[in-house]
């Protein structure tokens, strides 16, 4: 990822309905974030409700900015989302273990999206992935 903005990785995501819906056609549901360190750290890992009414899905007292994600390089990240819980690390290092019961029963399966933010006229920039793996897991 190159530049000073974010992406994520959706996760059990849907659009929404029905047609007239504000929202319609957008992707919605939980969001992994990723972004650059700044010198305060980032919030690289953590759970987002993209387009949910809920905003951040971990709770405040755990959004702790950190230095684990790597500008520059490439980054591994691991998702691990089993029923209402959704894990996640960065770099091998664990940042989130959240269970969500609302979360889960407005989204309990989806499509997972690769999302890039708008950035107006600013950039190029450009964000990649590489090796991805799925792996469907028993609930």
Request: charged share 20%; proline share 6%.
């Amino acid at each position: 990822m190159q530049g000073q903005f974010n992406s994520g990785v959706q996760i059990r995501s849907q659009t929404a309905a029905p047609k007239g819906d504000k929202k319609f056609g957008r992707v919605n549901g939980p969001q992994v974030e990723i972004e650059p360190s700044w010198k305060v750290g980032a919030e690289s890992g953590y759970i987002y409700g993209e387009a949910m009414d809920t905003g951040w899905l971990t709770p405040k007292d755990a959004l702790k900015p950190h230095q684990l994600f790597k500008n520059d390089e490439w980054n591994h990240f691991r998702v691990v989302a089993k029923g209402p819980r959704i894990q996640t690390w960065v770099n091998g290092e664990q940042v989130s273990d959240l269970v969500d019961a609302g979360a889960y029963q407005s989204h309990p399966k989806g499509f997972i999206g690769l999302q890039v933010h708008g950035v107006g006229d600013q950039g190029p920039f450009q964000v990649a992935w590489r090796n991805l793996k799925i792996k469907a897991l028993e609930q």
